[in-house]
């Protein structure tokens, strides 16, 4: 039986459109990223998986430990229902969440924020300088993983912290110890110029090249640099924690003496964006069907709605990948659309009113903001389904 037989069949009692997951390649995609990462523990990145359900599912499996949440009012609600040790990856300018943060004894022990700069802790003071009693907050310092060459007129990797040299990272560290009740548990640094990028992209044999070089020569000097900005940090305190990398880049990260945890969430779902990676390959485990609802001419089929478009620079890598029956591709005028999308190729000869087709999202997460519940199959089964974070009325961002 195909993956698209075992599809249709678990979930033949279902209306379309729906979200799909497969646990048999989750827990598949589990294993390999802990073996990737060698013994060191990874931290479940939940803006992509954004289900309650499956975060638990996933941390209960062997090395998995914490949450790298996305906001601090997420952090929040995860701790309420039970969670521990969430790192929010992102600076937060919410007040009435850090000042409830600052309120709950719980919350403030296992929620770590994050922070790059003074502004950062004199908007934290300022928004709980009202809360009485206050708990102490735990602070992690973002450093930039970016990679920069040509004498600062190249870049690669996102645009996060503006700390970047150990010396930047003593100076806030020590900003951070002079100010009562904030504690600095952590270091991050994302490297998303090689986690975040497939070194293998179709078609384009010299760009990919230049990808694997200057992937090369940023591990190079990014394991240098982390080390001494964690070198420097622990001089004034005492660390819990030092985070890097993601799905990309496990086994890379792992190697860094500097670093004792590493960040992963796309590599459970396996999106479309992460088929591109030389060095490991996964399963595509989150999919979502929609119908066929037309048949306008020969050739061609149109299936309600489909305009999920991923995050990021725009352009064809951001549009959902129409799946199964393979072979189908997008109009040029139309691509993926609001209420309906046109596919053409061989298989729409065949495909009828009420049949599906099956697509993945570019991402991973953000799939879950379309739909309120992952079905849940295993083998051939439609086993279970769960809700998630839409479903469950929670909209972070």
């Given at each position: 039986?195909?993956?698209?037989?075992?599809?249709?069949?678990?979930?033949?009692?279902?209306?379309?459109?729906?979200?799909?997951?497969?646990?048999?390649?989750?827990?598949?995609?589990?294993?390999?990223m802990v073996r990737r990462a060698?013994?060191?523990p990874i931290r479940v990145a939940s803006k992509s998986i954004r289900s309650r359900p499956i975060l638990e599912r996933i941390l209960a499996m062997d090395g998995f430990r914490g949450v790298m949440?996305?906001?601090?009012?997420?952090?929040?609600?995860?701790?309420e229902r039970?969670?521990?040790?969430?790192l929010v990856a992102y600076p937060t300018a919410d007040r009435h969440a850090l000042a409830a943060l600052a309120a709950d004894a719980r919350a403030a022990g296992e929620i770590t924020v994050t922070v790059d700069s003074p502004g950062h802790l004199d908007y934290l003071e300022a928004a709980i300088s009202g809360v009485h009693p206050r708990h102490e907050i735990r602070i992690s310092i973002d450093i930039d993983a970016g990679y920069v060459a040509l004498g600062?007129?190249?870049?690669?990797?996102?645009?996060?912290?503006?700390?970047?040299?150990?010396?930047?990272?003593?100076?806030?560290a020590a900003d951070i110890a002079k100010r009562p009740g904030l504690r600095l548990v952590g270091l991050m640094a994302y490297e998303a110029q090689i986690?975040?990028?497939?070194?293998?992209?179709?078609?384009?044999?010299?760009?990919?090249?230049?990808?694997r070089l200057m992937q090369a020569r940023s591990a190079r000097e990014l394991v240098l640099r982390r080390g001494r900005v964690v070198n420097a940090v622990r001089e004034l305190c005492d660390l819990e924690f030092v985070n890097g990398g993601g799905t990309g880049s496990i086994e890379r990260t792992v190697r860094e003496k500097a670093i004792t945890e590493v960040a992963a969430g796309s590599g459970f779902f396996h999106p479309r964006l992460f088929d591109f990676y030389r060095g490991f390959t996964g399963?595509?485990?989150?999919?979502?069907?929609?119908?066929v609802v037309r048949r306008p001419s020969p050739g061609v089929v149109t299936v309600l709605g489909g305009g999920y478009l991923a995050s990021g620079a725009p352009g064809p890598s951001r549009l959902?990948?129409?799946?199964?029956?393979?072979?189908?591709?997008?109009?040029?005028?139309?691509?993926?659309?609001?209420?309906?999308?046109?596919?053409?190729g061989r298989p729409a000869e065949d495909l009828r009113i009420g049949d599906r087709v099956w697509f993945r999202h570019a991402k991973a997460g953000e799939l879950c903001e379309r739909f309120d519940t992952l079905h849940l199959i295993d083998g051939d089964t439609l086993v279970d389904a769960v809700p998630t974070y839409r479903g469950e009325g929670q909209t972070f961002l």
């Open positions: 039986m195909d993956d698209r037989q075992r599809y249709d069949r678990a979930t033949a009692t279902l209306e379309a459109p729906f979200a799909l997951l497969d646990l048999a390649a989750v827990r598949a995609n589990a294993a390999d060698g013994g060191k949440a996305f906001t601090l009012p997420e952090a929040l609600w995860l701790v039970g969670f521990s040790d969430v600062g007129k190249f870049r690669a990797g996102a645009l996060r912290s503006p700390v970047r040299h150990p010396d930047q990272a003593a100076d806030l986690a975040g990028v497939g070194d293998t992209p179709p078609g384009h044999p010299a760009y990919a090249r230049a990808i399963h595509p485990a989150a999919l979502f069907a929609l119908p959902p990948q129409p799946y199964l029956p393979a072979g189908l591709r997008y109009t040029a005028d139309e691509a993926a659309g609001e209420v309906q999308t046109p596919l053409l």
